[in-house]
């Protein structure tokens, strides 16, 4: 790393809290390694508060842009001076990037998450999905899910100050695309267990899984799920969440973590930036291999 920085390096953020756990500066610096391109990706220690002026930075400092993610995939809108129709669809962003000081948001979230599940060659265009959360993840891949042919989404999310979101979620699924969605409230623990037996997959987007609650799980019965179904948790630190280990002991065929969302949605981001395609077989081999951190 320290080879390749000069005084001509551009620099990438990544703006959340928290976020010190993050993969994203191991992806994008050995990328930008492997192709010789002389940018640096850094993690920043970012809340609500801090957000206005972590993002004038970008401008400030003649940044080439910085992902975003949670807590400020939303609260990022006002700031910017576009937005990409996809994400000003899902109301959600995850990726600026900085054009000689005009400031555009972008959502990769949710074409990541579709793109990690065709990569282990599995289709879930046609068939129902049980989601829960309605944060910037969550809906991302709500309506992007809709957009790409899945028949019924049942969404739960808590009754907490993502309720709004949620609704707004179910309502533009159902008037923009040809899916049905419908929204429930995770205390509703029986229509839980019934939407979840019905899907082909189960998808937590919530962050429950991650530090600090690494030892919690919203689904802590592996009776909710059958065999033969999908099992996605967004979180990826640790690399088997709690959500994770109940539904290897209900025998799933098929349980991921976000790790492949992070990959795909991150090769988008480099490709908004620096315009050259991610070397993603390395990447993958590099992250898949790699131990928790």
Known sequence: MAERIDGHTILIG??????????????????????????????FDVTNKELPGAINSIRTLGMRGS???????????????????????????????????????????????????????LDIRGEKMTLSGAGGAGTAIAIQAALDGVKEISIF?????????????????????????????????DKFRSEIADSAIYCDATGVGMKPLQNLSLVNDPSFFRKDMIVFDTVYAPRETKLMQVAKQAGVDHVFNGLGMMLEQGAQAFKLWTKEDMPIDYIRKLLFSDLDK
């Open 14 to 43: 990544l703006m959340a809290y928290p976020i010190r756990h993050s993969m994203s500066p191991t992806m994008h610096n050995n990328a930008f390694a492997k192709l010789g391109l002389n940018y640096a990706y850094m993690a």
């Open 67 to 121: 992902n975003i993610s949670m807590p400020n995939k939303q609260k990022v809108i006002p700031l910017l001076d576009e937005l990409d129709p996809a994400a000003e669809m899902v109301g959600s962003v995850n990726t600026i990037v900085n054009d000689d000081g005009i400031l555009t948001g972008y959502t990769t979230d949710g074409t990541g998450f579709m793109q990690s599940l065709t990569d282990e060659n």
């Open 157 to 189: 999310n808590a009754n907490d100050a993502l309720w709004q979101q949620a609704e707004k979620n179910i309502a533009t699924i159902n008037a923009k695309t040809k899916c049905r969605a419908t929204l429930y409230s995770l205390e509703e623990q």
